[in-house]
């Protein structure tokens, strides 16, 4: 099923502007589109770190034989994204739901899918590995893991993203977080592939302002 940005925001009609406002920016400055690309169209999926909950109510959205659980820490976005769920089953898709829950505790696998979009910057680099291990125990057999997160290059970009983040989680406090830790992908890869998935690196920064950057991790069959 073709879905558009547009499906997404009417999930979000009933809330506050603050949150309409916060969906829409999110969407139009991460490259979700190619990131959901990678998804299987069946199967139990997890979004860690959902936030509002953007991401996976378009997974949702784009396959109902798609099982999609979001989580995040923040009880406010959660409750925003619950409120998605329920128009989404309003329209007759009753595959997404939301619970309240540590993005660093992935709820008990098997997933077909796991996505960690821009999560990890937000913890220590040991806190980073810990949780992409966790990730890949959860994994089906042919499983993924997709690991959205920004590259060091382009510097100017990198630069940019480091404003911004420092803004949103020190100063207005959008993001929660106590530390800021941009690590390089390839550390990243490294550590899946040592936990025996096959590696793949995809640069998704073209278009937009920041270095996304996209590990796609498969657990062999």
């Not at 993005?103 to 979009?117: D, K, N, T």
């Not at 020190?170 to 929660?176: A, D, G, P, S, Y």
């Amino acid at each position: 099923m073709s879905v558009s940005s547009r499906d997404v925001f009417e999930l979000y009609a009933g809330e506050p502007w603050h949150v309409r406002a916060h969906v829409r920016i999110r969407w139009h400055s991460c490259p979700f589109v190619a990131v959901a690309a990678h998804v299987p169209e069946a199967g139990r999926v997890v979004d860690l770190g959902c936030g509002h909950g953007v991401f996976s109510a378009y997974l949702a959205l784009g396959s109902e034989r798609r099982q999609v659980l979001g989580v995040d820490i923040a009880q406010d976005k959660i409750l925003a994204a619950k409120a998605a769920a329920r128009a989404a089953a309003e329209r007759g898709r009753t595959n997404l739901r939301f619970t309240l829950g540590d993005a660093e505790a992935p709820p008990e696998g098997p997933w077909e899918a796991i996505a960690v979009v821009d999560v990890l910057y937000l913890l220590s680099p040991e806190r980073q590995e810990s949780l992409l291990r966790r990730c890949a125990v959860a994994l089906a057999p042919g499983g993924v893991l997709l690991v959205k997160e920004v590259a060091d290059t382009p510097l100017w970009k990198a630069a940019w993203n480091r404003t911004q983040e420092n803004l949103s989680v020190r100063v207005l406090r959008i993001t929660r977080g106590k530390e800021l830790c941009f690590l390089p992908p390839a550390r990243h890869a490294a550590w899946l592939a040592a936990s025996g998935l096959e590696v793949r690196q995809d640069p998704l920064d073209q278009g937009f302002l920041h270095p996304h950057h996209l590990i796609v991790a498969r657990r062999p069959g």
